[in-house]
């Protein structure tokens, strides 16, 4: 088990460190960044999964539709709650848009799956679990509040806050579809694959259609705003660089974590879905402390402490479920 907490870990600080790469995207345009980034990550995934399991399109196409809808389902709405993470970030950082996404995804991702194994936690657990719910709301309040007045008021940071939302109850959804992709991971597991190649395929009908629905999202936004030759401004092939390179952190963290929860066991997709994004929220706060979001922060500084550490004490109320 303490090899699935080491590679839980890495994944953390992957997970934490990749949206550094969504603070900036010129020549591009928003949704010609977005767009790109989504195509790359659909290669990085699939690329990865049939190197790790050379058989995979086999295995797909012995899998019965029924057994894909709900990951590509979830998939999708992480892909579209995920276009809110960028956007977010670029409104409001990644300190506050991560504390209140993560905040919220920890619930979701925690407890859907509870609900639909029929393992809802009952007396002592109950208590517990009702404690993290109540301590999560007063995080996200007090971690939204700080990034408000730091930004100097409602108005300002309003969208940001919908937007960082919108986000964490996608990415809830993410680790949901990734719990119902046993039956592909199974698949792998028959073949004799390596523990890392099953993360891999159990991730990949989520990923997939999730970043189909931002890629396709994209393709109308530069459509409607006619942004399409901001792929071509000078510039746009190092950025190209830079966002494969993010899209390689960011699945490197998605692939140790399911990794993480074989290593890990039963509670591995409960307990490591709650670690893993309580070391993202410590990462991606030092990440926005060191790139200046909180320089004139003052006493909003110590409130978004407060939020962050009243959050992470919730998910330790969580353990107990």
Do not use: H
Request: aromatic share 12%; proline share 2%.
């Amino acid at each position: 088990m303490l090899a699935g907490f080491v590679v839980l870990l890495i994944a953390g600080l992957c997970q934490g460190s990749f949206g550094l790469g969504y603070k900036k995207y010129p020549p591009f345009s928003w949704a010609a960044f977005w767009g790109v980034y989504c195509l790359l990550c659909i290669v990085v995934a699939t690329g990865v999964t049939w190197i790790l399991a050379p058989s995979l399109w086999s295995v797909i196409g012995a899998q019965q539709a029924s057994y894909w809808g709900l990951p590509l389902f979830c998939g999708a709405l992480w892909g579209l709650s995920a276009i809110g993470f960028s956007k977010g970030i670029d409104k409001i950082g990644m300190s506050m848009v991560y504390g209140i996404s993560m905040g919220i995804s920890t619930v979701v991702g925690s407890v859907l799956p509870m609900i639909m194994n029929g393992s809802f936690p009952r007396g002592k657990s109950l208590a517990a679990f009702a404690a993290e719910l109540i301590l999560t709301v007063v995080g996200v309040v007090l971690v939204t509040v700080a990034g408000v007045r730091r930004d100097g008021g409602a108005g300002k940071a309003k969208l940001g806050v919908v937007l960082a939302i919108f986000s964490g109850l996608g990415s809830g959804a993410m680790n949901l579809g990734f719990s119902y992709s046993q039956r592909v991971s199974d698949a792998f597991s028959a073949l004799g694959y390596s523990q890392t190649a099953v993360s891999a395929g159990k991730w990949l009908p989520v990923l997939v259609g999730g970043l189909l629905a931002g890629a396709i999202w994209c393709a109308g936004e530069l459509s409607v705003r006619k942004e399409w030759k901001t792929l071509t401004d000078p510039g746009s092939g190092k950025r190209v660089v830079v966002l494969f390179g993010v899209s390689l952190i960011w699945y490197a963290a998605l692939l140790l974590y399911g990794l993480s929860v074989t290593l890990l066991g039963s509670i591995g997709e409960t307990v490591g879905w709650i670690l893993f994004n309580a070391l993202a929220l410590v990462i991606s706060v030092g990440w926005g402390l060191w790139s200046g979001e909180w320089k004139d922060g003052g006493e909003n500084k110590k409130l978004l402490f407060a939020g962050c550490g009243v959050l992470i004490l919730s998910w330790f109320f969580t353990v107990m479920v």
